[in-house]
């Protein structure tokens, strides 16, 4: 199933999330900071919701209180609020 998020406060602008059951197939962020984004959905493919929002929720982007990794967990549990 296909998600779409729009992050707020941080520099990328929409998440499109894939999801096979609680297992994270795949995430394309549009916008943000492309090494980072890119490196940061390679290293979460095949892992499950949990353990996602469990290590990237909370990280904050300089002296921003949330960063695109933040916003991804955040959209992770409202997805997770909807299965």
């Known amino acids: 199933m296909e ?3 729009r992050p707020t406060g941080v520099c990328s602008q929409e998440m499109v ?3 096979d059951g609680d297992i ?3 995430v394309k962020i549009i916008g943000g900071c492309p090494g980072n984004t890119v490196g ?5 493919q095949g892992r499950k919701i ?3 929002i469990q290590k990237l929720k909370g ?3 300089g002296m921003k209180t949330t960063s695109c990794p933040d916003q991804l967990a955040r959209a992770l549990e409202e997805i997770k609020k909807g299965l």
Do not use: G
């Open 50 to 52: 949990d353990e996602v």
């Open 40 to 44: 940061l959905t390679y290293m979460i």
């Open 3 to 5: 998600y779409r998020y």
């Open 24 to 26: 994270i197939k795949s």
């Open 59 to 61: 990280i904050p982007c």
């Open 17 to 19: 999330i894939e999801l």
